[in-house]
């Protein structure tokens, strides 16, 4: 069973940074697996951030490019989302996912917050 896990949101201030942390399990030969970073803000529809390939290749979101940074570590199936100059438009549940046998998976989402 495929599970993905997010953790690392909380309330900042703008211009401060947060790391966010999503654990995969349940996928054989995960680090072959995209991961991506998806997030909903109130009152909009879900929007992609970013997304890292199994090879290493990232893909950014134009209104996140030079802030935020993804990163896997697949010895331990992790990906991060290392976010930096937050703005209070980066406010927003944060959703880890991955696609496995052409069937979409998504966390439980976490939540960031930014104060101006």
């Known amino acids: 069973q495929v599970q993905l896990v997010e953790s690392g949101g909380g309330l900042v201030q703008a211009g401060e940074s947060l790391r966010l942390s999503c654990a995969a399990s349940?996928?054989?030969?995960?680090?072959?697996?995209?991961m991506a970073w998806y997030r909903q803000a109130p009152g909009k529809q879900r929007e992609w951030v970013a997304t890292?390939?199994?090879?290493?290749?990232?893909d950014y979101a134009d209104s996140v490019k030079g802030r935020f940074t993804i990163s896997r570590y697949n010895a331990k199936n992790m990906v991060y989302l290392q976010m930096n100059s937050l703005k209070p438009g980066d406010t927003a549940v944060y959703y880890c996912?991955?696609?496995?046998?052409?069937?979409?998976?998504w966390g439980q989402g976490t939540q960031v917050t930014v104060s101006s």
């Open positions: 996912n991955t696609q496995y046998f052409s069937r979409d998976y």
């Open positions: 349940g996928i054989i030969g995960s680090r072959l697996n995209a």
């Open positions: 890292i390939t199994g090879g290493g290749i990232t």
